[in-house]
Antibody, heavy 121, light 111 residues
């Protein structure tokens, strides 16, 4: 059974770069879209972006190119970097595995990590 | 940024049927399939419905999804106390810079 575990610093200063890692256990990273999602305190979910096993990435345009997502399949990890953080980036950050149809006719996240809290202060 | 609109809250007594709506546009729900996630208090979201109306293994059949045009619905039949949670719809948006978008979320309360 695939499990995901986020890890990160917990606290980041404003204007610095946030770095988080998600470790995958119990399954292969091939043919999946490895995703990051966040949830500010008391608010809804926001998709940050994903990295495919090939290294192809896509991110949310609302984050104005502050996002970098990478993958290390040999160590079964993928990572998120978000630069120039502000207090608005304070949130619980989740990593998730996503599945997509070949024609892009479906996309959904079927396995989620427990989340890690990131505070910008 | 959310372009998928849900009612903020819904409620029902045990055994009742509760329906949650999700309204979008041609660029998201009109063009792509809808997914529903359940988030129990203090936990990570969980996949509930995918491809509009498909239930993953382990999801009770009292949960059902449907989509018509640019709107979708999640129905919970035979509401149970453990169904008290936040529910989010989601879909790809094929605007100029395509992105994945979650709905605004609906808090379901079991009275």
């Amino acid at each position: 059974q695939v499990q995901l575990q986020e890890s990160g610093p917990g606290l980041v200063r404003p204007s610095e770069t946030l770095s988080l890692t998600c470790t995958v256990s119990g399954g292969s990273m091939s043919s999946y879209y490895w995703s990051w999602i966040r949830q500010p305190p008391g608010k809804g979910l926001e998709w940050i972006g994903y990295v495919y096993d090939s290294g192809y990435t896509k991110d949310n345009p609302s984050l104005q190119s502050r996002v970098s997502i990478s993958i290390d399949t040999s160590n079964k990890q993928f990572s998120l970097r978000l630069n120039s953080v502000t207090t608005a980036d304070t949130a619980v950050y989740y990593c998730a595995r996503a599945i997509s149809g070949n024609a892009g006719d479906y996309f959904y996240m079927d396995v989620w990590g427990k989340g890690t809290t990131l505070t910008v202060s | 940024q959310s372009v998928l609109t849900q009612p903020p809250s819904a409620s029902g007594t045990p055994g009742q049927r509760v329906t949650i709506s999700c309204s979008g546009s041609n660029s998201n729900m009109g063009a792509n399939t809808v997914t529903w996630y359940q988030q129990l208090p203090g936990t990570a979201p969980k996949l509930l419905i995918y491809s509009n109306d498909q239930r993953p293994s382990g999801v009770p059949d009292r949960f059902s999804g449907s989509k018509s045009g640019t709107s979708a619905s999640l129905a919970i039949s035979g509401l149970q106390s453990e169904d008290e949670a936040d529910y989010y719809c989601a879909a790809w948006d094929d605007s100029l810079n395509s992105f994945y978008v979650f709905g605004t979320g609906t808090k379901v309360t079991v009275l």
